[in-house]
């Protein structure tokens, strides 16, 4: 069966369709990561786009629920070069078809995604919409429909990822409250397997509600979308710094930096992938990071008392901040990977070593 993805810009790219059978909009974007789709497909980062693998074999070693990042995916589409119809690997519990079509996401194969990412990267994010199980299109009436969709800044995607009630698990240590703006579960085990208390609230909790949860640290964590978005949360995160240590990542991290009063804006096509070089400015280092954003914050927005530590080596974004008077600190790219490589998992230790100085300055 043949499925089309339609961009704003009137080009249109024929494929094979696999997994649901349907149309969706959303932004069209690209992911470099060479293994990892599962943890792609349920990053609940990817809320509101459609996602191109430019990897170009997909769905090999089939799906497992234990590599999951979410319950379910919340992308709107997934668009590879070449599909797996048969899966070998010993953990593999169904093949990517069956998995996507079961949670109703449509898919295609057989598109060039080497032109479609030089698309991208030439003309920045497009919105798009990818159909399937349609013998004829009626190509004004969907372009009509893309023109009409939201852009990502114009949505609530948070809310749809966010979860609905306040859940905990239970350690030894230290009590940490994740914020939860789609938070991938790896960030959530990597606190867990510290012995942290873990307890996850939904977005919109109050500071009140917060502070009677009563934790010793506060996690941010990653989601969709743009910061800006989130007003709710920006307003809440100031009222919480200098209360409790904080570390931030991803979304989390920009939602720290617009607590200060910088700003934010959106690069042209997102860092993507499990490969974006990052500099450590206090030490020199180069690591190699996992990364899925679209948004960046302004460094020259940034207030006297917000310190740089981590820059992007291939466009110098900020990639990492630490407040001068408070407890908190954040980087942009994600030290849980899941996908990708785990070279900065030991800013959680860094975390957990702030908490414990934290609370014996208290006692």
Request: proline share 6%.
């Amino acid at each position: 069966m043949k499925g089309y993805l339609l961009l704003e810009d009137g080009s249109i790219w024929e494929g094979k369709a696999f997994g649901a059978t349907g149309q969706q909009t959303g932004e069209v974007v690209f992911n470099t990561s060479m293994t990892g789709y599962q943890e792609v497909l349920t990053d609940p980062s990817y809320c509101g786009q459609i996602v191109v693998m430019t990897y170009p074999l997909i769905g090999n070693y089939g799906v497992n629920k234990d590599d999951f990042q979410s319950k379910k995916p919340s992308l709107r589409g997934f668009i590879v070069k070449e599909w797996a119809q048969e899966p070998s690997n010993w953990r593999c519990e169904q093949p990517i078809d069956s998995y996507l079509r079961q949670e109703g996401i449509v898919a295609l194969a057989e598109i060039d995604t080497r032109a479609l990412t030089r698309k991208i990267r030439s003309h920045g994010a497009l919105k798009g919409i990818i159909v399937s199980g349609q013998e004829e299109l009626n190509i004004p009436a969907l372009l009509e429909q893309i023109k009409g969709s939201p852009a990502i800044s114009e949505q609530s995607l948070v809310e749809e990822v966010t979860t609905k009630e306040v859940y905990t698990l239970k350690g030894d240590g230290p009590r940490v409250l994740v914020m939860d703006f789609g938070a991938k579960q790896s960030i959530i085990s990597s606190l867990y397997e510290r012995g942290c208390e873990v307890v996850v609230v939904p977005a919109t909790t109050s500071v009140e509600d917060i502070k009677a949860l009563d934790p010793d640290a506060i996690m941010l964590s990653n989601g969709p979308g743009d910061p800006m978005a989130v007003p709710y949360a920006i307003e809440t995160v100031r009222q919480l710094i200098g209360y409790k240590p904080i570390f931030a990542i991803c979304l989390g991290h920009q939602i720290l930096a617009l607590s200060s009063g910088a700003k934010s804006y959106k690069l042209p096509f997102g860092h993507r992938g499990g490969n974006q070089p990052v500099k450590d400015l206090s030490t020199g280092r180069i690591y190699i990071t996992s990364q899925n954003h679209g948004y960046v914050i302004d460094q020259d927005t940034l207030p006297e008392y917000v310190e740089v530590t981590h820059i992007n080596m291939n466009d110098k974004s900020v990639e990492g901040i630490r407040f001068k008077n408070a407890p908190a600190f954040s980087v942009q790219y994600h030290p849980e990977a899941g996908p990708g490589p785990g070279d900065c998992n030991m800013l959680f230790d860094q975390f957990i070593t702030m908490i414990d100085e934290n609370r014996e300055r208290k006692a």
